[in-house]
């Protein structure tokens, strides 16, 4: 997978892209990251890349001309064939107005060859950027930030580490809060080590057994797996609906699940 950063600050990126599984997944030709300055597309001495809007109001706006000019010279696939699917490419504007990232787009966006992702600043990006260049506007959040480059750098990693080879063991992947597996969904219920299928994930607990007088849960240390099952199933429950209680609504439920939640008092939302 290729994925190409357009920004205005390429030396945020020397960091995040520089450790752990993103920097293994390029080493290893699993992903291929470039980062593009904005200001190189530009014509005026002064190198200029953001304007003040028509009708007024504050802050200033990235102008259109740079970031047309970028994608042109990147060769990027003309945005009516990325939306008709017959290229496996994007390109993402990352705006506060997008589309709130998930798991789920994540997984979408693994399964590209190209991800180009457009890093606003400012008060906004020209609306001829969203309409006409991009294909995509995502938000990783109900907040504000001063740029795109940290929602760049974190979705970059999210779909890094979902790439096959990537992350050692393939199946941990699967076993993360956020993430649904389509085939235990529609069986309704959790694999046998218990991934997370749509709930938060459950605790974990390393040695010593004891520390400081706080006890390992006995059901983790009986090696009875059907115990251990249940336990980290109603355990990944109760974080759910004291953390994420929304998640419950979407998630897949046994019968089990219902009858545990049921018993805790804790009826699914509606």
């Known amino acids: 997978m290729k994925a190409d950063i357009v920004t205005i600050f390429p030396d945020f990126f020397r960091g995040p892209l520089d450790y752990g599984i993103t920097r293994r997944a390029q080493e290893m030709g699993l992903a291929e ?15 200029t890349v ?18 047309f000019e970028c994608l042109d010279a990147m060769g990027v696939t003309p945005r009516e064939e990325r939306v008709t699917g017959s290229v496996k ?12 990232f998930t798991q789920k787009i994540a ?7 190209r991800i180009v992702f457009i890093c606003g600043r400012y008060e906004g990006v020209d609306e001829r950027v969203a309409d006409h260049l991009a294909d ?31 992350v050692g063991n393939e199946a941990s992947t699967q076993q993360e809060s956020f993430t649904v597996d389509a085939k235990l969904k529609s069986a ?30 006995e059901a983790l240390l009986t090696g009875n797996h059907e115990e251990i099952r249940r336990w980290r199933r109603q355990r990944a429950l109760e974080k759910t609906w004291r953390n994420r209680p929304d998640l419950l609504e979407g998630a897949a439920l046994t019968e089990e699940d219902k009858k545990f939640l049921s018993q805790q008092g804790q009826r699914r939302p509606k």
């Open 33 to 47: 990251i470039r980062v593009h300055d904005l200001r190189e597309f530009t014509h005026d001495r002064h190198r």
């Open 89 to 100: 490419q994007s390109v993402i504007l990352l705006s506060a107005q997008g589309l709130r």
């Open 107 to 113: 997984g979408e966006l693994a399964a590209l060859d």
């Open 136 to 166: 995509r506007e995502l938000s990783i959040g109900d907040y504000v930030l001063s740029g795109g480059e940290m929602a760049a750098a974190v979705i970059v990693e999210a779909v890094v580490r979902l790439l096959p080879g990537a």
């Open 188 to 217: 309704g219920g959790a694999d046998s080590t218990c991934g997370s299928n749509g709930l938060l994930d459950y605790p974990h607990y390393t040695r010593p057994a004891e520390f400081r007088g706080i006890a390992v849960p």
């Open 50 to 67: 953001d304007d003040r809007p028509f009708g007024g109001g504050e802050g200033m706006v990235l102008k259109p001309e740079p970031l």
